[in-house]
């Protein structure tokens, strides 16, 4: 499997899981999550997982179509896998297990977000 076809499946994959997460977090977790109020913070894990999944979706669907040097969309796909990992990832812990210390990998992840979307501005410009 080629990084073209591994970044649309690693963004359709966390499509679907932040679906699962997200509807795991309203109904089988919400009173927990609410009576220690995380709820917000289950929430604010899953949108950026869902948004950052359908832009690994986009960016895969781009390195397919495009001819050219793909190197600045292939590191745009490996920070927004990062990022899922890193904010989502740690902010699902932070509200599930309330280990607080996972409230500072959070910002990590945040600027891997960011350098994806640099990353990818920067191809554009290029292309």
């Given at each position: 499997m080629?990084?073209?076809?591994?970044?649309?499946?690693?963004?359709?994959?966390?499509?679907?899981?932040?679906?699962?997460?997200?509807?795991f977090g309203a109904h089988a977790?919400?009173?927990v999550l609410t009576q220690n109020n995380r709820l917000e913070t289950f929430q604010t894990a899953t949108q950026y997982l869902q948004i950052h999944a359908l832009a690994l979706v986009?960016?895969?669907?781009?390195?397919?179509?495009?001819?050219?040097?793909?190197?600045l969309l292939q590191s745009a796909s490996v920070a927004f896998v990062v990022g899922c990992v890193a904010f989502?990832?740690?902010?699902y812990v932070l509200a599930i297990g309330n280990v607080r210390v996972m409230g500072a990998?959070?910002?990590?992840?945040?600027?891997?977000?960011?350098?994806?979307?640099?990353?990818?501005?920067?191809?554009?410009?290029?292309?």
């Open positions: 080629d990084i073209k076809q591994l970044t649309l499946v690693i963004g359709a994959v966390l499509g679907a899981i932040s679906v699962a997460l997200g509807a977790l919400r009173d986009a960016v895969g669907i781009l390195l397919r179509q495009t001819a050219g040097d793909v190197g989502s990832g740690s902010l990998i959070a910002p990590i992840g945040g600027v891997a977000f960011i350098i994806g979307w640099v990353l990818v501005a920067w191809w554009a410009l290029q292309s």
